[in-house]
């Protein structure tokens, strides 16, 4: 009885401490109007969807026509040496995501999320547009290493997509996280197919010997930054949810004793001392959600670099002889059933399965869809054109399906003090597996064009392998008692 006392009165406190909001907290006046309302915001869901659409278009823009800008610059001896300088350029962007995902998920703890949100999209306005003028090799490398440092908003919007959204719809919140982050890495690469080389393909808009001549590739790339200007203007009205204020800590660290049934309360009866707090770092179920992340990233970026380059590569290396444009088609409709398919059928699928199982059965079953590519090259005209793009969007969401249910398990792992850093956890460690992927996925890639008459899985079959092994693991690693998923 006693017991239940304890129970009863710490609930009337916790019910108690939920009802104080502060009139200058920005954190505390969306909380308010969550409890006001039990529906989802719309106009949130669209800010989050044009922040990390933003932040994401960069990143895969450049894969259809790197190998073309590469060729360019003149500094590859051979044709079959092309897609290793491509890695190269594709792993600058994610070794600087690396390198300070961590420095921006604690600046957003401390000074909010949209201060984070914001300058991240400033970045792309500015060092996109310079990549797009990039006219060597070292130039290229050095504005994409600059626009993936200093762009660190990807980690701190899926923080602020749980916190911005009631407990119930935060499977939506993070959904249309990853549902703009899906489509920005194939819509990107889109625009990248449609936009490069308009000299070439849009002679009667673009005339010889312009400026649009001199520098091949700056169209997409300001078309993007232009879109970047547009959404750092619509983010002036982007709410924050960080709380200002240090009582934000204490409630959150009384909420987190009162789910354990009052054992602090108990503890403190009973003189015996509290509990030390544990380091981010020994929070397993956040660390192994991220582990197995990392190692589908790992496969996801590769995969999106030896796709572009097998596409566009010759038939005499096993490639499929696609112009950038095809490229930008075969995604374009890609990224037109992401958005469908997260708007309308993940949330449902998920929650009759659950992340875990979810993530589990799509890895499984893109494994043997990945190793038939390189049987793809029997096809022609039409019939490819169909065939590849079933098998592009199939893959494609079964990435983000897979994406979207570890963002989920990472983000109950933490309370929402930690979100910031727990995501920017996420983010470096992720952007150190990417850093590898573009660069060893072209030099798989290049390997395996050198090999065409070997007996055992010649060509592009070795490549598609290479990566169905990663893929494997990582649908291993989702399996206790690696996997712990928090309760």
């Not at 996280?177 to 194939?186: I, M, N, Q, S």
């Not at 995604?331 to 399965?353: D, H, N, V, W």
């Not at 079933?390 to 989920?408: D, Q, R």
Request: hydrophobic share 45%.
């Amino acid at each position: 009885m006693e017991e239940e006392g304890i129970r009863e009165s710490l609930v009337e406190k916790k019910e108690k401490k939920e009802q104080v909001y502060y009139e200058n907290c920005p954190g505390c006046k969306v909380d308010k109007e969550k409890h006001l309302r039990s529906d989802i915001s719309i106009l949130n869901l669209l800010y989050i969807w044009l922040a990390v659409l933003c932040g994401t278009l960069p990143v895969c823009s450049l894969f259809p026509f790197v190998y073309f800008m590469v060729k360019d610059f003149h500094i590859a001896e051979r044709e079959e040496d092309i897609s290793s300088y491509a890695g190269y350029v594709g792993s600058a962007f994610m070794l600087g995501r690396a390198l300070t995902s961590i420095l921006w998920g604690m600046v957003s703890d401390r000074y909010g999320r949209k201060p984070v949100i914001v300058f991240g999209v400033i970045t792309v306005v500015i060092f996109n547009t310079l990549f797009g003028l990039s006219t060597n090799l070292w130039m290229a490398i050095s504005m994409r290493f600059l626009l993936g440092s200093l762009n660190g908003l990807l980690g701190p919007i899926k923080a602020y997509a749980t916190e911005i959204c009631r407990e119930e719809h935060q499977a939506i919140g993070l959904s249309t996280v990853v549902a703009a982050w899906g489509v920005g890495l194939v819509v990107g690469p889109a625009l990248g197919g449609y936009l490069a080389q308009p000299v070439q393909k849009y002679p009667n808009i673009f005339p010889k010997n312009s400026f649009w001549d001199k520098f091949p590739y700056f169209l997409p790339c300001f078309i993007i930054s232009v879109f970047a200007f547009v959404v750092a203007i619509a983010c002036i009205w982007l709410p924050e949810t960080l709380h200002n204020h240090k009582d934000n800590i204490k409630s959150i660290d009384e909420n987190e004793s009162l789910e354990a049934g009052g054992s602090n309360e108990a503890e403190k009866d009973n003189n015996i001392p509290p509990k030390k707090k544990k380091s981010i770092f020994q929070n397993w179920p956040l660390m192994s959600s991220v582990i197995v992340y990392c190692v589908f990233s790992l496969h996801d970026i590769a995969y999106q670099e030896v796709f572009s380059l097998w596409a566009v590569s010759p038939r005499r290396l096993g490639g499929l002889n696609f112009t950038t444009d095809n490229v930008g088609t075969v995604l374009a409709i890609s990224g037109t059933a992401i958005i469908i398919y997260q708007l309308t059928l993940y949330p449902f699928i998920q929650k009759a399965c659950g992340p875990v199982t979810l993530a589990r059965l799509t890895g499984v079953l893109s494994i043997p869809l990945v190793q038939s590519y390189p049987f793809m090259t029997m096809f022609s005209g039409f019939t490819l054109y169909v065939v590849i793009s079933i098998a592009s969007i199939l893959k494609n969401v079964a990435t983000e399906t897979i994406a979207t249910g570890l963002f989920i398990l990472q983000n109950r792992a933490v309370e929402q003090h930690e979100r910031g850093a727990a995501n920017g956890i996420a983010m470096t460690a992720m952007s150190a597996f990417k850093t590898i992927g573009p660069a060893a996925g072209g030099a798989l890639l290049t390997w395996s064009q050198k090999r065409l008459d070997a007996s055992f899985l010649p060509g592009a079959h070795m490549v598609f392998f290479i990566l169905n092994v990663v893929e494997g693991l990582g649908v291993l690693l989702t399996f206790k008692p690696f996997l712990s998923v928090k309760k």
